[in-house]
């Protein structure tokens, strides 16, 4: 019973300082209201079905410190990558024939010559700020997709391609940012120690 006692207490610290040192900061952006599509040749625009979201992930000291985060590949010439904090990345576009969902690793992939896909990463914000900038993809199949973030909690966004948005789509999505895991993993390890505590009472008192 010691041996358990003692593994929960030093468990549940453990679990404590992991969540103390490392606080992943998860932005997410979701649409809101309809993607709206400009017809070819002119026009007022009209709702079209595509939803966008987009999503990022930060480090911790990354985003305390300020965003620095630039990256082109296919067509924007000489590929580069500075993406130092950024834990990941997705973009998404549904409700169309070709939908997109790209990762991290498609926009840092070697992409070919040949290939009409691109894609580019430019954020920066202050200390603690929000994003100010740009995640652009475009698949090999012509269908490009672009968040475009202000420092505020509105995002624009864009589509283009898919043969019913060759004149652009834009929609609008709302940002949120949250800090989910460590917060559940230093509640779990604080329920661990009052538990083994309580343990700990029992085994002293059992009678009481």
């Not at 790209?102 to 926009?107: G, H, K, M």
């Not at 661990?192 to 009481?208: D, E, N, V």
Request: net charge negative; with cysteine.
């Amino acid at each position: 019973m010691r041996k358990w006692l003692f593994g929960a207490v030093a468990g549940g610290f453990l679990l404590m300082g992991g969540a103390a040192s490392r606080a992943d900061v998860i932005f997410q952006v979701t649409q809101i209201g309809p993607t709206m599509q400009t017809p070819f040749g002119g026009g007022p625009p009209f709702p079209n079905p595509i939803i966008g979201d987009a999503s990022f992930v930060v480090r911790d000291d990354t985003f305390a410190a300020g965003m620095n985060f630039h990256q082109a590949n296919g067509a924007f010439g000489q590929p580069f990558s500075e993406l130092d904090g950024l834990i990941g990345v997705h973009v998404g576009l549904s409700n169309l024939r070709e939908a997109i969902s790209a990762s991290l690793d498609d926009f840092t992939a070697e992409i070919p010559y040949s290939s009409s896909a691109f894609s580019r990463i430019e954020l920066t914000s202050a200390p603690g700020g929000l994003p100010i900038g740009t995640i652009l993809y475009s698949s090999a199949l012509y269908m490009t997709v672009q968040f475009t973030f202000d420092g505020s909690h509105t995002v624009s966004g864009m589509a283009m391609g898919d043969g019913s948005c060759n004149s652009g789509c834009r929609f609008t999505g709302a940002l949120t940012v949250a800090v989910p895991e460590p917060a559940s993993v230093l509640i779990f390890g604080i329920a661990l120690i009052g538990l083994a505590a309580g343990l700990r009472r029992r085994s002293i008192c059992p009678g009481g």
